[in-house]
């Protein structure tokens, strides 16, 4: 996650998005419809779980990897409870404090990759890493 902290001035908007990728699978798209009262209960906790809505209906996500836990809790002391504390606000916020786009936050994720050096990352390899895996450990259970 140095390449987050190189590019978002905290690196935590950029790492939460990159982990929420990583380890739930989440498109650009999906990310940056959440909502800070998706992720956190009302004494800035991180739930157990996370409502994803799409085009095919509601999906609930276990929020329980380690990384992204942390992440999240460090977002919110960082982000969320010093700068937006009244109601609801994007988890992802622009710098502007307003919502980022699905296309901003692709273009800023694929810049995380190529700042880290993986010339052919993008704002879908999280989901592509996380399927090989599952993949992966699918095959080795059999």
């Excluded at 509601?58 to 990384?67: K, V």
Aim: net charge positive.
């Amino acid at each position: 996650m140095l390449a987050a902290r190189q590019i978002d001035r905290s690196g935590t908007r950029l790492s939460v998005a990159l982990l929420l990728s990583h380890e739930i699978g989440l498109r650009a798209s999906d990310i940056s419809r959440i909502c800070s009262h998706d992720v956190y209960d009302p004494e800035g906790k991180v739930r157990e779980t996370l409502s994803v809505s799409s085009g095919r209906g509601e999906r609930a996500l276990p929020l329980n990897s380690i990384p992204l836990r942390s992440a999240l809790a460090d977002h919110y002391e960082l982000s969320i409870n010093n700068h937006f504390p009244d109601g609801p606000q994007p988890l992802i916020a622009s710098q502007r404090g307003g919502p980022m786009t699905a296309a901003s936050l692709a273009r800023w994720m694929t810049s995380a990759y190529r700042a880290a050096g993986l010339k052919s990352g993008s704002s879908r390899s999280g989901r592509r890493t996380l399927r090989a895996n599952l993949e992966r450990f699918a095959l080795t259970r059999h």
